[in-house]
């Protein structure tokens, strides 16, 4: 039984992601090309390094201590999905909060870990005065068809920084 929880700061270390595994075969990506959006072959294979996951951490720890949002999936302790949402408004009258991650364990994808976390998300972005969910998502066809599945659409306003640190993402917004 897959039980969810907010995460804090104390317990933010390598060792809660010991048997998450973030891998991802990716395959077709989506790719902006003379203005218009099309599936491209690009296969590789997702994962993350000892230093992502150190990165990783310490932003996750960001996020907490600047009123930010970390909830996260446990099954028998173990984390199998966690999700993470800025506490700054941007975007003018878009009113967006930053959903910087949503991940979910390669062994416990396609169970609904991954709309739980999102609605979550939502609903506490929406209790926080925003008026949508920003998304910098991974380009990957599954990846786009999950946020699609949950109403997200390409985002009116682009923030620039995820564009200069992310070039090949979608960047996507979804209304709360």
Not at 13 to 42: A, H, M, P, S, Y
Not at 105 to 114: L, P, Y
Request: glycine letters at 6%.
């Amino acid at each position: 039984m897959i039980q969810y929880r907010n995460i804090n700061a104390t317990e933010l270390c390598r060792e809660l992601f010991r048997d998450f595994k973030r891998r991802q075969v990716v395959t077709k990506c989506w790719r902006r090309e003379n203005g218009k959006w099309v599936i491209r072959e690009d296969p590789f294979i997702d994962d993350w390094s000892e230093e992502d996951y150190q990165t990783l951490v310490s932003c996750l720890k960001n996020t907490i201590a600047t009123g930010g949002f970390v909830y996260a999936a446990f099954e028998e302790g173990h984390l199998k999905g966690f999700v993470s949402v800025e506490s700054t408004l941007f975007g003018g009258e878009q009113n967006y909060l930053d959903l910087t991650s949503i991940h979910v364990s390669e062994d416990m994808r396609a169970k609904g870990i991954g709309r739980a976390l999102f609605l979550a998300a939502k609903e506490w972005a929406k209790n926080h005065g925003a008026k949508k969910l920003y998304i910098s998502a991974h380009s990957a066809v599954e990846s786009q068809a999950f946020y699609q599945k949950m109403g997200c659409v390409e985002a009116t306003v682009y923030n620039r920084e995820h564009v200069e640190k992310e070039p090949f993402d979608c960047q996507l917004e979804c209304v709360l």
